[in-house]
């Protein structure tokens, strides 16, 4: 005997709530209660009523009789659209791990700190391991001291004083000025190259990308018997990121 699925069930305040949403938002200069009343169907003290209470919890903001959208309604757009463009960041990523058969990572410089937005690995070629925070030992990997070499001198000196320079490993740079010395000798577009400086066993190279003031870095990392492919490899990279930019597919404005 077949079962029957069971409609689901729907709760009617909140249809009629999103209705006088996207009305509002139908309208770039607002419109009045009556109006949105009219166009959505719903009795008028209903729609008085869920127009204040949109207007309570910040989805609505009334302005000289007209509704408009509120803060909290930008908010909730505005994630989505962060939401897509980290999905084609990842979607970006994988295609050139596929591509060029090794783990991509994907980092910006954000209110004072390293973050990692997103990697791309698989198990034949998985990714370096967050054993010590990548947040606090930018001096010690590529993708740290690439978003380091475009900050400015005084927001690099401040980001040292605040994560200082430790050793992680034998191979870790070993002090501040010997950091400073080579972030200052680097050619604009010129990759940074880290080796065992993390993670022993392991070498990196990361790439920046500059958008208005924001830094961010592409980096490829790889198992210390495959240094040969590194260059190579990070150079691939490049001209595919160039290719996604010009073609102004890509932001990294997340």
Known sequence: MATQTAAPTLIGSVQRALRLLEAVASHAEGAPAKQLARE???PLPTTYHLLRTLTHEGYLLRDK??????????????????QNRRIKIEDSLARWRDEIGVPIY????????????AVADTPSAPAVEEWADFRETAHAHAIGQCLLSQLDLKTRQDHLDRHPVEAITPYTVRNRRVLLDRLGGLGRMEPLVERQEYALGTVCAAIPITAGSVAA?????????QEERLLPAIERL?????RLFGSLAFSISI
């Open 106 to 117: 994907f980092a910006c410089y954000r209110e004072g700190e390293i973050e990692l937005v």
């Open 238 to 242: 490049r001209t595919e990121i160039g």
């Open 217 to 225: 870095t592409m980096a490829i990392s790889l198992p210390l018997h």
């Open 65 to 82: 009789g007209v509704f408009v959208l509120g803060d909290a309604a930008v908010r909730l757009a505005g994630g989505g659209a962060v």
């Open 40 to 42: 959505t169907g719903l």
